[in-house]
């Protein structure tokens, strides 16, 4: 079974710009969950997808987004890129959902702003 | 701001002691869950525990929830090369409908041989 895939792998953009990251889990998985990993703040939960819907969220401004579509690929959003933003931003997919069930992350994404 | 606190940051311990990490919260946790991540890799979740003064075991690794779901810990017995990494606690906060999943920031381990 293919693991959880994020793309792409390393990014780089200025400050002001905006990005788009997907997800692709483990096939037959329904929750998607997306964190932020930096440094200074470790890992923060920014927002828990199922079945197409968000079922919940971190403490992320509005600036950060995301989505989910009918074959559970999820893609994340942040726009008005800042300096702060550059970490690595990671996915994770369960069956039934973080709550309940073993995440299955992916290799992440390497975000970087200039 | 981080509501887990998890100590130490860091341990450097001799191939065949014994290792432990805690987690403390400053809010009742509905369950708590550990990962460890190697270097330059990704999260890989270790276990779930949900009752209150649940004890479980994974061979060398035995991991606890405090009576009051607000602290929790991970002990290795006698530590191998292969234990090296970051471990991670993260618990899930219920809000309302609203369930957060809060991460320590992580104990990593070194281990000489």
């Known amino acids: 079974k293919a693991g959880v895939t994020q793309t792409p792998r390393y990014l780089i953009k200025t400050r002001g710009q905006q990005v788009t990251l997907s997800c692709s889990p483990i096939s037959g998985h329904r929750s998607v969950s997306w964190y932020q990993q930096t440094p200074g703040q470790g890992l923060q939960f920014l927002f828990e997808y199922f079945s197409e819907t968000q079922r919940n969220k971190g403490n992320f401004p509005g600036r950060f987004s995301g989505r989910q579509f009918s074959n559970s690929r999820s893609e994340m959003n942040v726009s008005t890129l800042e300096l702060g933003d550059s970490a690595l931003y990671l996915c994770a997919s369960s069956f039934s959902g973080l709550l309940t069930d073993t995440q299955y992350f992916g290799p992440g994404t390497r975000l970087t702003v200039l | 701001g981080q509501q887990v606190m998890q100590i130490p940051q860091y341990q450097h311990v001799q191939e065949g002691e014994d290792f432990t990490t805690y987690c403390n919260s400053s809010t009742t946790l509905s369950n708590i869950q550990w990962y460890k991540q190697r270097p330059g890799g990704h999260p890989v979740f270790l276990i779930q525990?949900?009752?209150s003064g649940e004890v479980k075991k994974q061979k060398r690794l035995t991991f606890q929830f405090g009576e009051a779901k607000k602290n929790s810990s991970l002990h290795i017995t006698a530590t191998q090369t292969t234990d090296v990494g970051t471990y991670f606690c993260a618990g899930i906060r219920i809000a309302g409908n609203n369930r957060k999943l809060i991460w320590g920031l992580g104990t990593s381990l070194a281990v000489n041989p």
């Open positions: 525990l949900v009752k």
